[in-house]
T-cell receptor
């Protein structure tokens, strides 16, 4: 049983397309994080959410606490957005992060 | 500010050996967390240290241990290595680390191969 489920696992898009990655979690959380991992392993934290919506450039993250669901949107996708996107839920009972398996995004020029 | 640094970046060991990995957090960060990433299991939380004390621990056997020094640098140790321990080990620090679940700043990782 996975505490965090992500979909889709793989996604290929044409440059300029609007992209949505979904994350559902089953644990009680104090925060939900979206991470980006480029080939070679480096991980960057994109967002930390506890409610509502956050926007940074072309990236938008939303969370619905009641439905235990979060989405990451990328507007006007670009080849440099190609990476693995990982959803991480910080459990307020287990006091640890639970990670989704990641969504591998490829944006084709 | 310098980012999170990890040493060594690559390591090859044989079964039964032990290994120590090092992590230096961003200056001023007091929380250091360790993660294991494998193709099969993805990212998994190992443990978190704050002010030299283990604050949280994931579901890994006792062969995996860690410690944190007074300057916030952290080490993790894996004893009696198994083939399944081959993975990318990532360290992350958070600022200032007072609240759990803060934004994590990741290091580049140490890729451990067990033969």
């Amino acid at each position: 049983k996975n505490e965090v489920e992500q979909s889709p696992q793989n996604l290929t898009a044409q440059e300029g397309e609007f992209i949505t990655i979904n994350c559902s979690y089953s644990v009680g959380i104090s925060a939900l994080h979206w991470l980006q991992q480029h080939p070679g392993g480096g991980i960057v934290s994109l967002f930390m959410l506890s409610s509502g919506k956050k926007k940074h450039g072309r990236l938008i993250a939303t969370i619905n606490i009641q439905e235990k669901h979060s989405s990451l949107h990328i507007t006007a996708s670009h080849p440099r957005d190609s990476a693995v996107y990982i959803c991480a839920a910080y459990s307020n009972t287990g006091n640890q992060f639970y990670f989704g398996t990641g969504t591998s995004l490829t944006v084709i020029p | 500010k310098a980012g999170v640094t990890q040493t060594p970046r690559y390591l090859i060991k044989t079964r039964g050996q032990q290994v120590t990995l090092s992590c230096s957090p961003i200056s001023g960060h007091r929380s250091v967390s360790w993660y294991q990433q494998t193709p099969g299991q993805g990212l998994q939380f190992l443990f978190e240290y704050f002010s030299e004390t283990q604050r949280n621990k994931g579901n890994f056997p006792g062969r995996f241990s860690g410690r944190q020094f007074s300057n916030s640098r952290s080490e993790m140790n894996v004893s009696t290595l198994e083939l399944g321990d081959s993975a990318l080990y990532l360290c992350a620090s958070s600022a200032p680390g007072l609240a759990v679940g803060d934004t994590q700043y990741f290091g580049p990782g140490t890729r451990l191969t067990v033969l």
